[in-house]
């Protein structure tokens, strides 16, 4: 059984990782920036070291293809991830996906066996969306998701636009989005959640992506005295808005379903402690990776807020984001089943919470992810933490998974 | 029946409250402010045209003494209120139970009658706290409640201390607080609340002040990813500080006591729209007028939060403010209430939910209240609203209260 160099992605996954420091030793590569170019440039390095051809296309996106004449036709296994960051971040989120996909090349390009079709790995842009809007967006593009003029125009939160910052950075690359269109697509990333450190399982076989409802919420009551006016006659928006966080909170929990519902954000008017809140602003966050269901969930938000409206509280809703769920290629899945049980890996079928660029790409190719554990379920923060033998695990299923599909010959 | 001068007191009310109009015609006077100074110079004006001995302690009480060579040595009959304002106040606040004590004096003064003790009229100082903390500084110094030194020494929004401030405009009088020790006090205010608007009574007969119970509490859960954390497995400071709302207002709710609870104010951390909230903070406003009521209250706030706390939540709570409740004096509540009677009119006892300077005097003389009705309930707004009959029928009751106190000889 061969198996990925497991030195040599750890020391990748470090060595990219060190690169975008400040002063306080955070870590920060904000998509299109100059530390994004620093950890571009080492990764497109490692990319030519491996003897891959490199393609940037006009989005930045970054792909090292392994290619022969003999394959050079086909469409290629495409594996991918970013290498963007938030904020103060960690080492694994996206770079680990990215890396272990070249590890994986490389290590089957050493084998000296021959795919029978082409094998790339992909570094797509701005999949954190911190300096520019969307998030995900270099594989929604890639998708064909989004008008490429459309994203490039896309202005920074420190006022560049994408286009200008990725020329000045040297990655407006020449391709047109989309040039490269997998024959299947894996991403191996960590979980960020905690349900596999929680469950023991170092493996899991990610089949759906949840869907995503984003609402703001603003009710309206009547701003009062908070001592003399009686409770029977107050249309307090606080006291509304908490019923609403609590009627989503308790539904989601009581249900069977992995339904998240999540009230993060809460704003009150006039914010007085003796003033009864004539206004309430929330954010809601309800995730399922059933279609059906999520629809279900903003069907019961709605009934809820209907019945405030009625008991004399304005109700404005706002769609702030919505996305259907993904639903995973199911051979893909079971292929990622199959490898870790060969290895001796428990698995355990499972949604992606967050979102993904391979929930872009399964647009327009079968595709999976593969998850490893999340130490606390914690990302975007320095704290995230992956055992070094759970990287690599996930590596070699990444590389089964990989040489299943390539079909190799001697 | 002897009655106010309607005209004489409205125009009064009016002509006041067209003092510290700014270029939006917003009315603001602040406690020992320029605007302030101006509304007393009219007010002491009117004291010295009613040929009223005008006195002026350390702490800046106003007070219009009518006293003759008879009735000199007794405690007076005082009556009082304030004239300071909130920013961008109302007209009546305040200075209709200050203008309506002038009237009520001026009016008896007329009469031709002589009480068998002196009369006096108050304008307490900084009675609305918006400027200098804390609000009803100046009964509270006049019932000894609070050093004059401190409260002089108190330091403004605006820099400069209370004790400047006063003689900066000429109001840090020469007559130590407390002097005029007042056999009974009375004080007539608008309600600032709903209840006799909405029960369509015109006189409240005060028997009470609601206790107060402020309280601002921090709940510390765990920030956690909002898509990939499972209900099961959250520790949500928003959800729990709903919780804590929504178990405060129905308790409060499903009373059949007066008992008032409400969070005005509201904060989570990191609050942001994909976080669950690792932390609330949020402030609790209860009050109750008996005492015994208002600590099973915050008994009940207390057992709920250590609920939270054996969940994972953990809890810290800070006393921001406690009054015990005021039992206003019941022969004087009776007066009222017979002086409506005679009236004609309708009165109910009923509960303060307001803080005023009644509760600070009666700590050191019987005293009591009369309300009259807001519009809506509305105070501290430009929409403060009371008729004109309404405020003359209050005015009434307060002369034949005073008439029946002040054991007039012919």
């Not at 899991?204 to 701003?223: F, K, M, P």
């Not at 975007?380 to 089964?400: C, F, K, M, Q, Y």
């Amino acid at each position: 059984m061969i198996a990925v160099d497991a030195r040599r992605l750890l020391g990748r996954i470090r060595e990219l990782g060190a690169i975008g420091r400040d002063g306080e030793g955070r870590l920060t590569r904000l998509a299109a920036s100059d530390t994004d170019k620093q950890g571009r440039d080492l990764f497109v390095g490692w990319l030519r070291q491996a003897g891959l051809d490199v393609a940037i296309d006009r989005i930045g996106n970054i792909f090292g293809i392994w290619q022969s004449a003999g394959n050079a036709g086909k469409a290629p296994l495409l594996i991918g991830s970013h290498i963007d960051t938030v904020i103060d971040a960690g080492i694994y989120d996206g770079c680990y996906g990215v890396l272990a996909g070249l590890e994986v090349i490389e290590t089957l390009k050493a084998s000296g066996l021959s795919p029978s079709r082409p094998l790339a790995v992909a570094a797509f842009t701005n999949e954190e969306g911190v300096r520019f809007s969307p998030d995900m967006m270099g594989s929604l593009v890639h998708a064909g998701g989004v008008d490429v003029e459309a994203a490039l125009a896309a202005v920074g939160t420190d006022g560049g636009t994408l286009g200008q910052e990725l020329a000045r950075i040297g990655y407006a690359g020449e391709r047109e989005p989309g040039f490269l269109k997998p024959h299947i697509y894996v991403e191996l990333h960590i979980e960020q959640g905690p349900v596999l450190e929680r469950e023991g399982i170092p493996i899991g076989a990610v089949e759906t992506l949840q869907g995503i409802s984003w609402q703001r919420i603003t009710l309206d009551g009547v701003a009062n005295h908070a001592g003399t006016t009686p409770m029977s006659m107050r249309r307090d928006a606080g006291y509304a808005a908490a019923r609403v966080v609590t009627f989503l909170h308790d539904r989601a929990a009581a249900s069977n379903a992995p339904t998240v519902a999540t009230v993060g954000t809460m704003r009150l008017e006039p914010n007085a402690i003796n003033v009864i809140p004539s206004r309430a602003v929330f954010t809601v966050d309800l995730r399922d990776p059933d279609e059906q269901r999520l629809q279900a969930e903003e069907a019961a938000l709605a009934a809820f807020l209907q019945r405030l409206a009625v008991e004399g509280i304005a109700v404005t809703v706002e769609r702030l984001a919505r996305f259907e769920p993904v639903v995973f290629d199911g051979r893909v899945v079971e292929l990622i089943e199959t490898a870790a049980r060969k290895r001796g890996l428990v698995s355990r079928r499972m949604t992606s919470g967050a979102g993904h660029d391979a929930q872009m790409i399964a647009r327009i190719a079968p595709a999976a992810m593969i998850f490893v554990p999340s130490a606390g379920g914690i990302s975007h923060s320095p704290r995230e933490h992956t055992e070094d033998a759970e990287l690599v695990a996930g590596a070699n299923i990444l590389l089964d998974v990989i040489t299943e599909l390539a079909e190799l010959e001697g």
